[in-house]
């Protein structure tokens, strides 16, 4: 939060600020006899109308907030029903459900999958090698595709190690390089190229 109040809404998935409609600050005692103002107080996203309950350090920094924000926002350019797993996977990740985030983000990868053209009725690690084999995703794209796959599978049957944190995060950016290549660049590029030919005409 690089402004100090602005959050990814998990209400409006938007980076948005925030409004503070009550609060007051609260003293504590530190070693060595050092005092620290803590700063409690209920904000109001600028976006949704959503509030949030806000604990602010000395440098007005946040602290804690409930409910807890995503780590991200997803592109508008990913296609709907890929961007409405990986934001659900995103929320799983804020309030620190990592197997349910894993295995979501495996989930969204399968969609990429069926919306590349992989055959349904195969598993995924074969829709994987599919996309590969016929030259839709190269070969990176196919091993990080595979590593969310891994994961997604261990997260999703018990008995399995348990899915960290980092190993969350890991995961959940594999998948936004995955979208990035396979949407977001594409649809720039098209972008781009359709405003040149335009000047161009």
């Known amino acids: 939060m690089a402004d100090k109040n602005s959050i990814y809404c998990p209400k409006c998935k938007g980076y948005s600020s925030l409004t503070e409609r009550a609060g007051y600050n609260k003293q504590f005692s530190g070693i060595y006899g050092r005092t620290f103002t803590y700063r409690y107080s209920v904000s ?15 440098d007005n920094s946040i602290e804690s907030i409930y409910p ?25 990740y804020s309030v620190s459900a990592y197997r349910g985030a894993v295995a979501l983000a495996r989930r ?49 049957h018990p008995n399995k190690d348990i899915v960290s944190g980092d190993d969350a995060r890991d995961i959940l950016d594999l998948l936004e390089s995955l979208c990035e290549v396979l949407y977001v660049a594409p649809a720039k590029a098209a972008e781009r190229k359709k405003k040149r030919t335009s000047i161009e005409g």
């Open 108 to 156: 969204t990868v399968q969609l990429i999958c069926l919306d590349k053209g992989a055959d349904k009725s195969k598993k995924l690690y074969q829709q994987i090698d599919e996309l590969f084999s016929n030259g839709v995703i190269t070969k990176d794209i196919q091993e990080w595709a595979h590593e969310v796959r891994f994961l997604g599978n261990d997260a999703a």
């Open 44 to 58: 109001e996203c600028n976006s949704c109308s959503q509030h949030f309950l806000v604990i602010r350090d000395d």
């Open 68 to 92: 807890r924000t995503l780590p991200g926002s997803v592109n508008d350019l990913i296609p709907e029903d890929v961007k409405a797993d990986f934001e659900e996977a995103l929320l799983c």
